[in-house]
């Protein structure tokens, strides 16, 4: 598959074009037009914008374009009933050659717009179909893929948009662009709600001792494995960042990380009137897990007896690794202290 | 100028993209998609691409084993 191009372009009576028909042929993607000044370079850049879109985008951006613009697409020398058109032979992105042709029926007027006849493969045809041959047009007034020396100026001073639009249709990347609009959708309607689990790992990768080991865990899905290792590792940084060797066996590591918390904890004064309430409906939801982990039990009693009594712990619990990971629900010892 | 001597089609935007991007990554999925639409509407397409690919996620990461110490 490759772009849609033209292969032909025949114009007659267009601007400097004259009463015999003028044919172009374009055998190749890439084409070089030179010549002299007044030879109608500028006529069959024109021709092309007004095949495409019945316009030339010329009249609009310039302050006297109107007047200026006045029966200037018809040929003045072109003899009555002769008709004013550009023709070219289209090939879509299939390799299918189309013939379009533009008939210019009423010329620009000072202040009317001109008029004109579109027809494909002889049928006459409405604007948009130029479209199904898969030519991209961008939005007004430069609609056409066609750059032209009166082009620049307006395009330095448009908006960035308009001006990304038009390059977008100027070098036929539009397809990349809905391609990017479709993947940003995507990510729309599949954004994930961090849960509360998340949302405390996300909190707990702020501590600088576990930030390393547990970030990774939130970078994509991470297995059991990975959340083991992640925080064995977090729990051995984070005692050696209270200058301890950290135990090898990661049960015995973990109790040493609890028991430093707990040091941590006593020092901790709990300030008047910001004592916090045990919620009946969290005391529910530890009691139960504690049922499914009973040996974990003596150490949830003293968590909720300090969460009772220390605003600062909710600030320190986040310091305990095994409460971070929403995997980790399913994964004992960590069960009961993640539903804590 | 011969058949012979029609230079090769050049890629498309989207088989440029691809070339870019890690080979079986969701993203060169994503495009391969793209591509394979073929001016058919886009979003169908991809919703399959990540439809997959979430159950490919979900597939290696359940069961999760419960790693009792």
């Known amino acids: 598959m490759s772009p849609c191009r033209i292969s032909k372009l025949e114009i007659q009576g267009f601007r400097s074009f004259g009463r015999d028909a003028q044919t172009l042929e374009l055998p190749s993607l890439l084409a070089a037009v030179w010549g002299p000044n007044s030879q109608g370079k500028t006529s069959l850049a024109e021709a092309v914008e007004f095949l495409l879109t019945g316009h030339i985008v010329r009249r609009d951006l310039m302050a006297s374009g109107q007047d200026e613009f006045a029966d200037a697409l018809r040929n003045c020398h072109l003899p009555a009933g002769t008709p004013c058109f550009v023709q070219a032979v289209i090939v879509d992105a299939d ?26 493969g002889g049928a006459i045809v409405s604007e948009a179909e130029i479209a199904t041959l898969g030519i991209v047009l961008s939005q007004p007034p430069l609609r056409a893929p066609v750059l032209a020396q009166h082009t620049l100026g307006y395009l330095f001073s448009a908006r960035p948009q308009d001006r990304a639009g038009y390059f977008k249709a100027l070098l036929e990347v539009t397809d990349l662009d809905e391609f990017r609009s479709a993947v940003a959708a995507l990510e729309k309607e599949n954004e994930v709600v961090p849960g509360p689990l998340i949302i405390k790992l996300e909190a707990a990768t702020a501590i600088p001792a576990a930030r390393k080991n547990l970030r990774p865990l939130l970078a994509k899905v991470p297995g059991a494995s990975a959340i083991d290792f992640a925080f064995a590792a977090a729990c051995r940084e984070l005692i050696e960042s209270f200058g301890e060797t950290a135990p090898t066996d990661h049960a015995t590591r973990l109790a040493r990380v609890e028991e430093i918390l707990a ?38 009693r003293r968590s909720m007896k300090r969460r009772a009594v ?13 409460l971070l990971v929403q995997r980790a629900v399913s994964i004992a010892p960590y069960a009961a202290l993640m539903k804590a | 100028m011969t058949t012979e001597e029609q230079p090769p089609a050049a890629p498309t935007n989207l088989e440029r993209l691809r070339g870019h991007l890690t080979k079986d990554s969701l993203a060169e999925r994503l495009v391969v998609a793209a591509m394979a639409a073929e001016g058919a509407p886009l979003l169908p397409a991809l919703h399959q691409v990540i439809a997959g690919r979430l159950e490919e996620i979900k597939r290696k990461h359940e069961p999760v084993p419960d790693q009792q110490a």
């Open chain 1, 95 to 120: 390799g299918a050659p189309h013939t379009v042709k533009r008939t210019l029926k009423t010329d620009y007027g000072k202040k009317q717009d001109c008029e004109t006849i579109l027809e494909i």
């Open chain 1, 263 to 300: 040091e941590k904890r006593a020092r901790t004064f709990a300030l008047k009137g910001l004592i916090a309430k045990p919620s009946l409906h969290g005391l529910k939801r530890l009691t139960s897990s504690m049922r499914n982990s009973p040996s974990t039990l003596p150490n949830a």
């Open chain 1, 310 to 322: 220390s605003p600062a712990f909710s600030v320190k619990r986040s310091l305990c690794p095994p």
